[in-house]
């Protein structure tokens, strides 16, 4: 079974792209939304959590307290840098018991934005990219996350890699630009990695 990554900055796509793998039968886990899982359900994170950043991580009821926990780590890159040093480790080892259960899959993707920073690409054996133009993704984004303005927009994505960098990395890539349809690109890209991993 091949273990294949999906990444790209914010606005690029990915998750688009994810579902239409998911469409085709693909197991797709979503790094984003199984961290959040993880931090409120992995009893030794949750500890870690604690003694790193204080007893109001979590609420009385036992609740992450997810907007505390963005507050402390926010325009704080060393905080920020601790966050995920305590959270990647467990969501890769969450990754490999559920890519495990799908051993049956010719495939399984993973969705991560951090998929380069957190060095997770390590336990995959190939990446696909979605790339998109600056302009577009600011238009995207402006439209989505209707509470963000354009700057903070622009800050996320220079905490995150380069566009540039990640297609460099990458041994797929697909162009998510409104010139190019994704679905062939999605297509071919499934042929490719059920036959490989078969």
Aim: hydrophobic share 40%; aromatic share 8%; net charge neutral.
């Amino acid at each position: 079974m091949l273990k294949i990554g999906i990444t790209g900055g914010i606005g690029t796509g990915k998750t688009i792209v994810s579902r239409l793998f998911a469409v085709l039968g693909v197991p797709v886990y979503d790094a984003d939304t199984r961290a959040k899982w993880v931090m409120h359900h992995n009893q030794a994170l949750r500890e870690e959590l604690l003694k790193a950043f204080g007893p109001a991580t979590f609420s009385d009821a036992g609740e992450l307290d997810r907007a505390y926990l963005a507050g402390m780590v926010f325009n704080n890159p060393q905080r920020l840098e601790l966050l995920n040093s305590l959270v990647h480790p467990h969501v890769g080892t969450d990754f490999d018991v559920w890519a495990a259960s799908h051993a049956n899959k010719p495939y399984v993707l993973k969705e991560a934005a951090l998929l380069f920073e957190s060095e997770s690409w390590r336990q995959l054996d190939e990446v696909i990219t979605v790339s998109s133009p600056l302009e577009l993704r600011i238009k995207r984004l402006l439209k989505r996350d209707t509470h963000r303005t354009e700057a903070d927009i622009k800050a996320i994505m220079d905490r995150q890699l380069s566009e540039e960098e990640k297609m460099k990395r990458a041994q797929h890539i697909i162009y998510n630009d409104d010139k190019q349809l994704i679905i062939p690109q999605v297509l071919a890209l499934h042929e490719q990695f059920s036959k490989a991993g078969a």
